[in-house]
């Protein structure tokens, strides 16, 4: 079936090394492809189209962090919105409000 590209907003990321720990969290929790910025508080991932998103937000939390809801999309709208406007919108998989 592929991969599902998501995006994240994370609260608490400031700086590289936040950056390194949302990153290393969200691989070891099994997603791929993982782009964490500070400057933009969020992370970009993939995951396969059948896994549970929740390991995901799960591990970002005991990072430390808060992650927001996890958006599913293409790529390139999850990164330039504006850009890709013509593709079709992502989707909100509200996990983040029943992880505690």
């Known amino acids: 079936m592929g991969d599902r590209h998501l995006r994240t907003a994370i609260q608490g990321m400031t700086c590289p090394r936040c950056e390194q720990h949302v990153t290393h969290a969200l691989t070891q929790a099994g997603a791929s492809?993982?782009?964490?910025?500070?400057?933009?508080?969020?992370?970009?991932?993939?995951?396969d189209a059948n896994a549970d998103v929740?390991?995901?937000?799960?591990?970002?939390q005991e990072a430390g962090?808060?992650?927001?809801?996890?958006?599913?999309?293409?790529?390139?709208?999850?990164?330039?919105?504006?850009?890709?406007?013509?593709?079709r919108p992502s989707i909100a998989i509200p996990i983040a409000e029943t992880v505690r």
Do not use: D, M, N
């Open 33 to 47: 492809g993982v782009t964490a910025s500070s400057r933009r508080r969020e992370a970009l991932f993939r995951c």
């Open 54 to 60: 929740k390991p995901l937000i799960e591990a970002v």
């Open 65 to 87: 962090y808060q992650p927001g809801i996890v958006e599913e999309g293409e790529r390139e709208w999850l990164i330039a919105p504006h850009v890709a406007a013509h593709r």
